[in-house]
């Protein structure tokens, strides 16, 4: 009898332990994984109230005020894949100003596509020059990641330094959220995303479409892949299911303000 309690015990304490060991808000610097309760019935997305403390401690965003219905279109691309002119008709033709969160690749690789996105207004958000996990890099690294991105994007556009960064793969922690404030940059997570980055795997625009309407919501920051054909064929019909719903769409830099 008295082994199965010392047993029990020994199992309760292996369990605290784990717990302690793996908590992802533990004060050292293990990583965390952006993650939320999507949003439904126009209900806003939920991130949890240690996510959201820890976003507003460092004044990073997800989402803007329930009260407005105000969307905040953003993108990531990484690559290149033809489809990105398609979404900057788009824009264009509607009259909404986006954020294209770019790495170091596309910067070289897509040069016009990028010049073309900041002529016609858009903002460039930088997702590192290099894509790395973030929350396994020394500070100095972190700070050459987005300071190495700023002087490339200079260099090729008229561009000097970004303001707004995003994490690679929504994996951050607490020590890369003080850096970037500390250097001048404000970390932009998101409320709607879906599957999306595969670009060799299309699910059709009635796909992206669905995805986008059924997590609509106020204050919305909208995560889309510009590799995404699907992406590209919906956003017209989105953008205009949105507008009849009531939603106008405006920028990052009006959210901070």
Known sequence: MMGKHIGGLILAISIIIAGIVYNPF?????????????????NQAQAGPQFDALLQKYDAYYKGSASKKTLYLTFDNGYENGKTASILDTLKKEKIHATFFLTGHYVESATELVNRMIKDGHEIGNHTLNHPNMAHLSTEKMIEEWKSFDELLASKTKVKKTRFVRPPEGVFNEEMLRVAKENGYQHMFWSVAFVDWYANKPQGKAYAYNELV?????????LMHTVSQDNADALPDFIQTAKEKGYTFSTLDALVK
């Not at 610097?29 to 999507?38: E, I, R, T």
């Open 214 to 222: 059924k997590q609509l919501h106020p204050g919305a920051i909208i």
């Open 26 to 42: 533990s004060t050292d610097a293990s990583a965390l994984h952006w993650g939320f309760q999507k949003a439904s019935n126009e």
